[in-house]
């Protein structure tokens, strides 16, 4: 019988230090918009277009390292596909995007929180990181919310947020990154 840390909802990848790394750079961007919160809402498309667009790459290198015998491969594969279009989306036009950018950012909050809270209901009940994914899940869905109806509060409300979401996200990255990191098999 395999141990129990040596299954996980995402699968394990070599590449678990590219999540970690990620999430590390994720956190000091949170804090620059709360910094600079006026600045901060136009920048926010460009940073998060490009931001998107090396996540979902390297989801995509997990996906193909990870292979169709672990599991959450193609949780993998679709994220990374909807990361790089939304992201080359708000790299292309920042004008439109600095528009639409509370709902890009409520779908790609929205499909995390699918993801996640799927991973914990999936998860066996024994499982350390379950509680962390429903959290995880529940407060990426509770974000997405906020950004559906965004456009009828202050963008400055909206960069806090997103200072909120960025460290937060960089937080559960760098905790998801031990998950992904492959262990002793037996």
């Not at 193609?74 to 596909?81: D, F, K, L, R, V």
């Amino acid at each position: 019988m395999m141990e129990m840390t040596t299954i996980s909802f995402w699968g394990k990848s070599r590449y678990w230090w590219a999540v970690l790394l990620i999430g590390i750079l994720l956190i000091p961007c949170g804090i620059w918009l709360v910094a600079r919160p006026f600045t901060g809402f136009s920048v926010i498309s460009s940073l998060l277009g490009w931001a998107l667009i090396v996540l979902g790459i390297l989801e995509l290198i997990i996906s193909s390292d990870t292979g169709r015998h672990e599991r959450g491969w193609g949780w993998w594969i679709a994220g990374g596909i909807l990361d790089i279009i939304v992201g080359f989306l708000l790299v292309g036009n920042l004008v439109l995007s600095e528009i639409v950018l509370p709902y890009f950012f409520a779908f790609i909050l929205l499909y995390r929180a699918i993801k996640n809270i799927i991973a914990a209901v999936t998860l066996e009940k024994g499982y350390k990181g379950r509680q962390l994914y429903l959290l995880n899940g529940i407060l990426l869905l509770a974000a997405s919310l906020f950004f559906f109806f965004a456009p009828f509060m202050a963008s400055v409300v909206m960069v806090y947020v997103c200072a909120f979401v960025f460290i937060y996200w960089g937080i559960t990255l760098i905790i998801f990154a031990r998950d992904l990191k492959p262990g002793k098999r037996n």
